[in-house]
């Protein structure tokens, strides 16, 4: 953000502490678009999303007070979202956590997977040319239980650090670890008959 | 090692780039030999990526405002 766009910032930052109503239609039309795209990512339906997005915006206006003028607003709002998104999701808890094991491979007594893995016939970044594929990805995401679907959604979308996402979930690093390595183990697994070779 | 250590205790160790030397040597001697552990690494690495790119997908861009949800925050905002 260079310093113009950083004074700009820091102007509304004051006029909405200041309870100009200006100001919140600003920040709303400014960041809505964000919030809104990460809303879609966690949320299942359109209508949950702009819940979600409407909780943020919500929860944003009663902290404007603690919001600390070293960060950036984008930052801070993007972190809101995500923990609103977080909430809603938990009040609709739908896939209980044992769900997860039916999606992990299986392995012999001998140590061997039951079913061998074959190379996808398509590199992933050919396969989202095909925006069907790309539906069918979103859906098997959806289709994870929700706490491990939560971690993929943090680190391999969000792109937050473990720790990040460890402490938007309340749970320690390694536990982080371990769903997320799972979880897409389990997308994994869900993808592949998509994915794989098909043999006559 | 056997497929089932590698894919569950190490696999994703070794994508992150920390996995210890001595247990390196090992993952690597493995793949060596084992064509399903080969596949099984490259489909995981295959989905991490689709899961990124799908959470980029051009659909969930936002191209107009709402109106009717800028509306509906505007008038549950706080006083």
């Keep these: ?200 | 090692m056997k497929c089932a250590d590698l894919i569950t205790m190490f696999l994703a160790e070794y994508v992150d780039g920390t996995l210890p030397p001595e247990t390196l040597a090992d993952f690597e001697h493995h793949l060596d030999v084992c064509a399903s552990c080969v596949a099984y690494l490259n489909t995981y690495r295959e989905t991490i990526a689709m899961a990124a790119a799908a959470g980029t997908a051009p659909r969930l861009d936002v191209q107009d405002v709402p109106e009717e949800l800028v509306r509906a925050i505007l008038d549950v905002r706080p006083r």
């Design chain 1, 1 to 200: 953000m260079d310093a113009v766009q950083q004074r700009q910032e820091a102007s509304l930052v004051a006029l909405l502490r200041s309870g100009d109503p200006g100001a919140f239609e600003t920040l709303v039309r400014l960041y809505m678009p964000m919030m809104l795209r990460v809303a879609r990512r966690f949320m299942r339906s359109e209508e949950d999303a702009r819940d979600a997005v409407q909780d943020a915006f919500v929860s944003a206006f009663r902290s404007i007070g603690r919001f600390e003028s070293s960060a950036r607003l984008s930052t801070w709002l993007h972190r809101i979202v995500v923990n609103a998104c977080l909430m809603r999701l938990r009040t609709q808890r739908r896939h209980p956590e044992e769900d997860i094991e039916e999606y992990l491979p299986r392995f012999g007594e001998d140590g061997h997977q039951v079913q061998r893995s074959e190379m996808w016939t398509e590199t992933a970044e050919s396969i989202l040319e095909r925006t069907e594929l790309t539906g069918i990805v979103r859906n098997a995401i959806d289709q994870l239980p929700d706490t491990y679907r939560e971690v993929l959604l943090l680190r391999d979308i969000e792109e937050l650090s473990t720790d990040e996402a460890a402490a938007t979930l309340g749970v320690t690093a390694n536990a982080v670890k371990i769903r997320l390595h799972r979880a897409r183990q389990a997308l994994r697994t869900l993808l592949d008959p998509y994915m794989r070779p098909v043999t006559s």
